[in-house]
C-alpha cells in the first residue's frame, strides 16, 4: 500500500500559494459576520447557576487532599502477549461409520527480548463435534482413542494436559521449519516487494507458504505500517482474494484475504482467510474453511479457526499453570495406532 | 474569535489545496472563504481537531462546483523522468470513479490519516479501510492496463 499512495503522492498537483492579503481580508470580513446562535445558549442561561454549582463541588472534591501513595516509576513494557484460541475438526471411527472430533485449546504465548515462553494445550479438549457425531461416538461404545480415518494415527478423545515450553532465545521464529528469527516485524522491508523476497528466502515460491508466513508475522509486535505491508503483501500474492469487509460469529468484524489452501489426509477444496482488525493491523481471526461439502460437513464452513484473544505488550508476568513442569514432555492428543 | 483565527490560519492552506485539487484553482479561494465562513457560523460545532470537519464542509461546496483540473495543470511538473509517471499515475487515477480518487487522494495528496478521513466522508474507520483497499487495488488495476503498457513503453522510447 504504502508505494502506491507514496508514488501518487508524488503525482499531486501543485498546491496553489496562499495569498496572504486576501486571506486576512476574508478573516476579517467573516468575523464581521454573525454567528448562528446556539440552541442551547438558553438552556445554558437557565441552567447556569446550577452548572455553578457542581463547577464547585468539583473543584472542592479535586482539591481536597488525598492520602499519600508511595511513587512508583512506569516499569516498560516487558513481553509480548499472544493468547490464540485454537479448534479443528478430524474425521475419525471405523471408516464405514466415522464421525467428526473437535480439538480445542488455548496457546498462550510470552515474548521477551531474551525469552520466550508458550504455554499450550490449555483448557484442551477433543470431543465429538455435533450432537449427531456425539451419538455416533456412544454408538461406538465411548472409545477413548479413535482412529484417524484416512491417517495412521489415532485420536484421544477426553481433555488434553497443559504444557509449557520456554526458550532463551530472543525473537519471533518465523516457521516451525526455519531456524530465522525476527527481533521485531518492523526490522523487516516496509515495501511489499521487498518484503516477499526476504520470506521468500524461507518459503521458496510456495505462495501458500510465503502467505502463512505473513499472517504468522502479522501476530509479532510491530507497527501499524508494517502489517499494512504484510496485508498489502497478501493482497499481491497470486491466487489470494480480497474478502472485503467480514462479519463474525462473535459480532467482531474486520477485512480479510483468502487463498486456497492445499489438500491435507482428509480435506480438500480448503481456503485459508485471515481477517484483520483495519484500524489496528492486527490479526483477528485465521480459518481454513471448505470450498465444496465433504465427510458431511457443508461449503463455507470453518474447519479450522484460530481467534487472536490478545495480541498486546504487557508487564505481567506470563501465568503458567500450577504442576506443570516447564519443557516437560508434551502429550499430544494424536497418539500411535 | 482568536481560537477561530489561529484554527483559520492554520488549516487555510490546506483547505486551498483541498479545493484546487477537486474544484480548480480558481475557484478554490471562494471556495475556501465560503468554508470557513460556515464554519464560523456553525463555531459551537467544531472539534478541537477542526482539519476533516473543514475539509468536510468544503467538500459539500466543491461537489456542486467540481471540476477536475489537474491535466490542466501538468505544465507545472518539470519535464523529467518523473514526468512520465506522474502523468501516468494522474491519467490512471482520472479512470477511476470520483469515490475512488477522493478516497485515494485524502490519503495520500492531502496527508490525512485514515480516521481523518473517515471524518470527512462521514463514514467509519473500518468502512474508509474497506473503500481504501479497494480504490488501491483498482487504481494499480488502471495502472498495468494495456493502454497504461503502451504508453509507459512509449516514453521509454522517446
Request: aromatic fraction near 6%; include cysteine.
Amino acid at each position: 500500500m504504502e508505494d502506491l499512495l507514496k508514488d501518487l503522492a508524488q503525482a499531486k498537483p501543485p498546491t496553489p500559494e496562499v495569498d496572504h492579503d486576501r486571506m486576512e481580508r476574508d478573516l476579517a470580513r467573516i468575523l464581521s459576520t454573525p454567528r448562528l446562535r446556539p440552541a442551547r445558549s438558553q438552556f445554558l442561561r437557565r441552567f447556569a447557576p446550577l452548572l455553578v454549582v457542581a463547577a464547585v463541588i468539583v473543584v472542592a472534591v479535586i482539591a481536597l487532599p488525598s492520602p499519600s501513595q508511595p511513587v512508583r516509576p512506569a516499569a516498560p513494557p516487558q513481553w509480548w502477549r499472544v493468547l490464540t484460541q485454537h479448534w479443528s475438526l478430524m474425521v475419525v471411527g471405523e471408516p464405514a461409520n466415522p464421525y467428526v472430533v473437535r480439538f480445542n485449546s488455548t496457546t498462550d504465548q510470552w515474548v521477551a527480548a531474551d525469552s520466550q515462553i508458550s504455554v499450550v494445550q490449555k483448557d484442551g479438549d477433543v470431543a465429538p463435534f455435533s450432537l449427531d457425531d456425539d451419538n455416533k461416538w456412544t454408538a461406538a461404545g465411548k472409545p477413548t482413542t479413535a482412529p484417524q480415518v484416512g491417517g495412521n494415527y489415532s485420536v484421544r478423545i477426553g481433555p488434553m494436559k497443559p504444557a509449557v515450553q520456554k526458550t532463551n532465545i530472543a525473537g519471533f521464529q518465523m516457521s516451525a521449519h526455519s531456524k530465522v528469527r525476527f527481533d521485531s516485524i518492523d526490522t523487516l522491508p516496509a515495501d511489499p516487494v521487498e518484503l516477499k523476497k526476504v520470506l521468500e528466502t524461507i518459503a521458496g515460491k510456495d505462495t501458500y507458504q510465503t502467505a502463512m508466513l505473513a499472517m504468522g508475522m502479522m501476530l509479532s509486535n510491530g507497527s501499524w505500517e508494517r502489517r499494512q505491508a504484510l496485508f498489502d503483501l497478501l493482497e499481491q500474492l497470486d491466487g489470494v482474494r480480497f474478502l472485503g469487509q467480514v462479519n463474525l460469529r462473535n459480532g467482531r468484524s474486520g477485512i480479510g484475504v483468502a487463498i486456497s489452501a492445499p489438500s491435507t489426509f482428509q480435506f480438500s477444496g480448503v481456503e485459508t482467510q485471515l481477517v484483520i482488525n483495519p484500524e489496528t493491523g492486527m490479526p483477528i481471526v485465521k480459518r481454513d474453511v471448505l470450498t465444496t461439502p465433504q465427510h458431511g460437513l457443508s461449503a463455507n464452513m470453518s474447519i479450522s479457526e484460530e481467534e487472536y484473544l490478545l495480541l498486546e505488550k504487557t508487564t505481567i508476568d506470563p501465568i503458567l499453570p500450577p504442576d506443570v513442569a516447564v519443557n516437560g514432555e508434551v502429550e499430544s492428543p494424536i497418539i500411535e495406532r | 474569535m482568536e481560537d477561530f483565527s489561529a484554527v483559520y490560519r492554520e488549516c487555510y492552506p490546506r483547505v486551498l489545496a483541498y479545493a484546487a485539487s477537486h474544484a480548480g484553482a480558481q475557484r478554490a479561494e471562494d471556495i475556501t472563504s465560503e468554508t470557513f465562513t460556515i464554519a464560523w457560523r456553525k463555531l459551537d460545532q467544531m472539534p478541537s481537531n477542526a482539519l476533516p470537519w473543514l475539509l468536510g464542509i468544503t467538500r459539500n461546496l466543491v461537489r456542486t462546483a467540481r471540476r477536475q483540473v489537474w491535466h490542466d495543470e501538468l505544465a507545472d511538473v518539470p519535464a523529467t523522468d518523473d514526468f512520465a509517471q506522474v502523468v501516468e499515475l494522474r491519467a490512471a487515477l482520472a479512470s477511476l470513479s470520483e469515490a475512488d480518487q477522493e478516497v485515494l487522494t485524502l490519503v495520500a495528496w492531502h496527508g490525512l490519516t485514515p480516521v481523518e478521513a473517515a471524518q470527512v466522508l462521514g463514514c467509519t474507520t473500518a468502512t474508509f479501510f474497506v473503500r481504501l483497499h479497494r480504490a488501491r487495488r483498482r487504481l494499480r488495476a488502471a495502472l498495468s492496463t494495456p493502454n497504461f503498457d503502451r504508453a509507459r513503453e512509449s516514453w521509454k522510447t522517446s
